[in-house]
């Protein structure tokens, strides 16, 4: 319990620091392409498995 209130404090908490960098749509492009990219590599381990 301790640690999933830790764990969404800090989520919230650093939600709120990168608001600023988020308020820009070039950073929510990179998170995109970030996030693309562990997708397709999560689908490529689970295909070559």
Request: aromatic share 18%; proline share 4%.
């Amino acid at each position: 319990m301790i640690a999933s209130f830790i764990f969404f404090f800090w989520l919230g908490f650093g939600a709120r620091l990168l608001a600023p960098l988020f308020a820009r749509p070039g950073a929510w492009r990179v998170l995109d392409v970030g996030i693309g990219l562990v997708m397709w590599s999560i689908a490529v381990k689970l295909l070559v498995m």
